[in-house]
């Protein structure tokens, strides 16, 4: 079964430091991996995409990572600022879904000053 | 662009009334997605379409549960009747099939409440 497991679940840190966050999936075939920013009241937005062949990317202070042989991947907040205070979803896509989506269920993540 | 839209943004209903919920999609884009997220399964698939077409509503709970998209530019689900476990926020998102990543783009969200 294609799943989608999100680590840890929630997490506290202050401001100015950095965290990461974990993925695994089991998704196959696999076609892509997104991290989703979802602010509280608010629809997912995308920070970053990766395909197969892709092992990093980074969009300002967010660096999300890709094994593809291990099936993991990270996101990495630098400098954590009070506005990073948000859920953060994994999400697969599965080649020849038609783009359809598998979501994991977060890690909500709170910046505190 | 305004983004997807969506209406009602909050939703206060009674068991056993009907509900519906309402979605723009951004314009030009050909496919819409309606998701539901509650704190213990997160975001799940209800149904999509491509080009006003459902494809794959296997994600749709109960036959309570209906969707429809008349024209490029609208969809609705409804649901009738409305249960307690209905309540959780329900997400439309739309796409250009066929662009870069096939990249969704959600709506603010309307948040059900069935007493």
């Known amino acids: 079964k294609n799943q989608v497991e999100q680590s840890p679940q929630s997490l506290i840190i202050l401001e100015g430091k950095n965290c990461t966050l974990q993925?695994?999936?089991?998704?196959?075939?696999?076609?892509?991996l997104r991290w989703y920013k979802q602010d509280t009241g608010r629809g997912p937005v995308s920070l970053t995409i990766?395909?197969?062949?892709?092992n990093t990317k980074s969009n300002g202070r967010y660096t999300a990572t890709l094994d593809a042989d291990t099936k993991q991947s990270s996101l990495h907040i630098t400098a954590s600022q009070l506005s990073d205070s948000a859920s953060y979803i994994c999400?697969?896509?599965?080649?020849?879904?038609?783009?359809?989506?598998?979501f994991g269920k977060g890690t909500k993540l709170s910046v505190k000053p | 662009d305004a983004g997807v839209i969506q209406s009602p943004r909050h939703e206060v209903t009674e068991m056993g009334q009907e509900v519906t919920l309402r979605c723009k999609p951004i314009s030009g884009h050909n496919s819409l997605f309606w998701y539901r997220q509650t704190m213990m399964r997160g975001l799940e698939l209800l149904i999509y379409?491509?080009?006003?077409?459902?494809?794959?509503d296997s994600g749709m709970p109960e036959d309570r549960f209906s969707a429809k998209m008349p024209n490029a530019s609208f969809s609705t689900l409804k649901i009738q009747p409305s249960e307690p476990r209905d309540s959780a926020v329900y997400f439309c998102?739309?796409?250009?099939?066929?662009?870069?990543?096939?990249?969704?783009?959600f709506g603010p969200g309307t948040r059900l409440t069935v007493l």
């Open positions: 990766m395909t197969f062949s892709e």
């Open positions: 993925c695994n999936y089991t998704v196959s075939p696999f076609s892509n």
């Open positions: 379409f491509n080009n006003n077409v459902p494809i794959d």
């Open positions: 999400v697969v896509s599965e080649v020849g879904s038609q783009g359809n989506l598998i």
């Open positions: 998102a739309s796409r250009l099939r066929g662009s870069s990543y096939n990249e969704q783009f």
